[in-house]
């Protein structure tokens, strides 16, 4: 990736016997005593040992015969492609992830003075920005001088993955195909901008990759032609929202773009070859979701204010993550129009979930939206953290000279390229596209009736999910660290665990991904937190007679547990990856002539692959929070942010009880609070004072449940104490 990113070693394989001991480790939690037994029995079985070594072997002298094809390779890279394009439903809320960037101050600032733009300022400032900065990125990446990420400034990461981050994206099957293809056009130059279902694009590279426009300013103008044209156009017409055909399933996708391919006008098959290519999307969406708090104060209804908050993060959670859905049942404005009522109208028209996304609301709100395949989320958190730091610099870069750069400052755009606004020019490597041009479909009653049924299907789709947020100020990461001595993700797995247990009275296979780009061509491995010793730890706050200094040990003894699967898997020794290879190897090689060897046909198979929880850390100052969908029907899906002082959380479910398992959540933080502190004599005091708090918990002790809080209250449900047995 870069001309000083250092030689990784290769993923290494893990031993056998090792991989088998660490998941008879991790499932065993989730069983009874008889099936721990049963499990044992199959995996140490001398049928499952014998088809499992040969299954090792053979993976072996693929990754051997694999380092010497293509040295900057891992043994599970393919697997783990094959296992995002065989996918076959739809990519939304099953794949795509969303991060949210903090606002940008300097934008709100500036447009409360300047106001070139009307109502769209906002909008253009915040997008002019970070497109800018963008482009900045994708220049380092190609002229390879983007810097090699580290851990702790020291330990070098693997930098594959940026090849695959800008021009990609994810083709449907085509003819005869079994499996979607990741696309990468690497001489792409142009970017898509969607504004109301529709599609403009326009070069911001030059042929030597450097960034055309170099300020924001030079931007500006094309994203208001834009906005102004798509108002203007959606007026008096319905536009072809043809993004919302990346929403189907794989099958339904590949069946509408062999459809376009095979018409004897080119022009569909044409503007779909142009989004493929561009660098990334923007997506311009025309709506504004206030989640200021300042702006909704209220002097005599807080509670309704603090309502309406949360219902806002929430839509722009989802209009991040998959897109709203808004019918237009009524001419509520009584504004006069052509077009039909009940109609669709929301940002899920605004979208092409096969790319790259940058998503802009109408009053600056941002984030981006990925595709999976290709990129994990610790690539999109650099981009993100890059982009940011780099918006926000170039303001204070024109206040003072004395301001370090994100990115290298070599010499940029060669102002004698011709810019040139004809596509077909003989010369067109050396032209440039520099006004946005609008693509035009060719919109027969098959395709009109196909964006229908897709937009009626990702508006059910939408329609099953809920989203909450959390932002956790009474304490974040450095609290947990300094009074609680916890790792601050192991503490904060620890308090999904005990809020599930809450209101399921039962522990569920949960996930949380450890990062393996110490090794070349890495990807990620599962952190499996349900342990005995975080069983332990959660069940001791539910039961009468065990002391609040018990409780701490098991708490210490848990995130020390954690902490150390999470090195594990860090190092490349955990054992979901290895197994899901074997289980590659064993269906694509010895499928006729082996069984499905006994550990595959195990019910504690299916239990490890069942991830009722599925979270995810991604702590950075940049991000205001993240999300994706829960990963099965029952499931949950948790993205956290740990701050210094801090934890923002984003919870999704298919309709099962989000709001409530979002409270125990934040009770539970507290519970582990008030624990500590009736340990002590000097009530520690938070982010804000808990003082009173204590006075009252003093007053009010039981001194045989050691003062039972609200807190713990809100946890038992109104019940007493309870301890219920585990089975799974």
Known sequence: MTKETPKLKRLPIPPLEDTLNRFISCVEPLQDEKQRIKTRQKVFSAENLDSMQQLQEKLIEYDEQLAKENPISSYIEQFWYDSYLFYDQSVVLNVNPSFQLQDDPMVNSLTCNIDTYGEYTLQIKRTSKLVVSILKFIKDIRQDNLRPDKIRGKIPLSMDQYDKLFGSSRIPPGPGEETCHLQTDKTSHHVMVMYKGQFYWFDVLDIDNNPIFNSPEELEWNLYSILIDGDNENRTNISAPVGIF??????????????????????????????????????????????????????????????????????????????????????????????????????????????????????????I????????????????????????????????????????????????????????????????????????????????????????????????????????????????????????????????????????????TTYEPAMTKTFQNGRTEAIRTVTFESQKFVKSLFERNVTDEKRIEYLHEACSKHSAITKECSLGLGHDRHLYALYCIWRESFQEKMDLPPLFKDGSWSIMNNNTLSTSNCGNPCLKNFGFGPVVPNGFGIGYVIRDNSISIVVSSKHKQTKRFVALIEKSFVEVLHMFQRTTSTAPKTNQDSEQYMVELRSTGDSQEQGRSKALSYLLGGYDYFDVSITG
């Not at 006008?265 to 979701?289: E, G, H, Q, Y």
């Not at 806002?312 to 709203?324: A, D, I």
């Not at 049942?329 to 092409?352: A, H, M, Y």
């Not at 990461?477 to 001595?485: E, L, N, T």
Request: proline residues 2%; negative net charge.
């Open 246 to 367: 990346t929403t189907e399933s794989r099958r339904v996708w590949s069946n509408i773009r062999d459809y376009i391919q095979n018409s004897e006008d080119v022009t569909n098959w044409k503007n779909l070859r142009i989004i493929d290519s561009a660098l990334f999307v923007i997506c311009l969406d025309d709506i504004i979701i206030d989640t200021d708090k300042s702006n909704n104060q209220s002097n005599f209804d807080s509670t309704k204010n603090t309502e309406r908050e949360k219902e806002e993060e929430s839509k722009l959670v989802k209009s991040m993550l998959c897109g709203t859905s808004d019918i237009d049942f009524e001419n509520k404005d009584n504004v006069r129009t052509s077009l039909p009522l009940g109609i669709q109208k929301g940002t899920c028209l605004n979208r092409w979930y096969d790319k790259l996304q940058l998503i802009i609301t109408r009053n600056g709100k941002a984030g």
């Open 369 to 508: 939206n990925f595709e999976h395949t290709g990129i994990d989320g610790h690539t999109v958190l650099r981009l993100v953290t890059d982009i940011y730091t780099d918006s926000i610099l170039n303001f204070a870069s024109e206040i003072t000279k004395d301001i370090p750069s994100v990115f290298n400052l070599s010499k940029s755009f060669n102002e004698k390229v011709k810019v040139s606004n004809n596509i077909n020019d003989s010369n067109s490597m050396a032209n440039l596209i520099t006004i946005p041009r609008k693509l035009e479909w060719k919109i027969d009653s098959f395709l009109k009736s196909s964006l229908h049924f897709a937009e009626t299907r990702v508006s059910d789709l939408i329609s099953q999910y809920e989203f909450v947020n959390l932002d956790f100020n009474e304490y974040g990461g450095h609290w947990i660290k300094k009074v609680f001595k916890c790792s601050p993700d192991a503490f904060t797995q620890q308090i999904f665990q005990i809020a599930f247990y809450a209101l399921y009275g039962k522990f569920e």
